[in-house]
């Protein structure tokens, strides 16, 4: 019984430690917000993606804030959500491709 014990201890500390998830935050640039309302709709689209913990929404500079678990989205997720919420986006600094 002994062996079976140390045999499921090795066993455990062999397996691969999952990778630690990392909080990220990235700035979307949203242009197509033209009215104040504008904000609400992606602000939902963007809380919506599992993974994300905060959404802030600037209707004056036209981008939206996003914190998120690196480990259960990225910026593609994010910008696909506001794009089938009807507002294209792109990471801020990034050329549209």
Same mark, same amino acid.
């Given at each position: 019984m002994?062996? +079976?014990k &140390?045999?499921?201890i090795s066993l455990l500390l062999a397996l691969p430690l999952p990778v630690l998830a990392e909080t990220k935050t990235v700035t979307l640039d949203v242009p197509s917000m033209t009215c104040p309302v504008c904000p609400i709709t992606v %602000? %939902? /689209?963007l809380s919506a993606v599992p993974g994300v913990s905060r959404t802030d929404v600037i209707f004056a500079k036209r #981008?939206? +804030?996003? $914190?998120y678990?690196? /480990?259960k989205t990225n910026v593609a997720a994010l910008t %696909? /959500?506001?794009l089938d919420a *009807?507002?294209?986006s $792109? #990471? %801020? *600094?990034? #050329? &549209? &491709?």
């Open positions: 002994n062996s +079976i &140390k045999l499921s %602000k %939902k /689209a #981008e939206a +804030i996003v $914190t678990d690196d /480990a %696909k /959500a506001t *009807g507002y294209p $792109t #990471e %801020k *600094g990034q #050329e &549209k &491709k």
